[in-house]
């Protein structure tokens, strides 16, 4: 069991940036990734979509005899993490949004705290929720930012495109006053250079990336499931092959990466 790969899933790349982070921390651990491109994004689907999607997702990567699932995809997180463990309850399944919110309402001594996502996440007022109800003094502002994930799963970004559109996202009325930002998206520590670069350095960006995948390291160690293989291997599916894809997974794990299309639901 402890060498049995990690299954981890998104809707396409912004995954692969938890994926990334857990590899360094987890070096003799193997991994299947799926990203579901063919329903690419998430974020605009429904909640009955996401859940459906999720769920499929989840039983497969069962299948595949994964030790552990991360749903490394903020929407999937927001909507689907609660239905997923009441089908699958014999192998921890981890959610990108938890830890966040543990790592806020340690001290809860931050006071505005402005949160950006897709349009599945915002609406799910999930951070809200969860932060209020250990700090209610902390006031939680969100903003929908639906453009953002399709436009980094195209590449682009620091470009005078993604700067003008991260522009008029972050300006907005609802993200006034803030003092941190989370990422409330998988896709998005792809572009914090440039959301860093827009407040001037003077915001406290949270990439949940590194929070998220330290968490898991610690519970895997307490679980005793951390693995030790001296190969471990890299395993990528997608439903739907998109060059961006395997650019992007080539980018993150250099070596020579397996990538395969599987379209689960056929
Ligand atoms: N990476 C995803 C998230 O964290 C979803 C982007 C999308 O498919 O809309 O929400």
Redesign the pocket.
Known sequence: MQDNPIGIF???I??LTIAYSLKKLLPNQSFIYFGDTKH?????KSEKAIKHYSLKIALFLKSKNCKAIVIA????SAVAYNHIIKYITDIPIYN?IDPVVEMIIKDCTLKEIGVI??K??IDSGIYKEKINQYCSEISVKSHPTPLL?PMVEEGFFDQEISRSIIKKYLTHNSLKNISTLILG???YPLIKDEIIKFYNNQLNVIDSSEIVSQSIFEDLKKSKLISDLEKPTYHFIVSNYTKSFEKSAHFFFKENIKLEELDIWV
Do not use: K
């Open positions: 998104d809707s396409g912004g995954g690419l994004p998430y974020g605009e995809c903020n929407s999937a990108v996502g897709t599945a996440t994930a998206c998988t896709h």
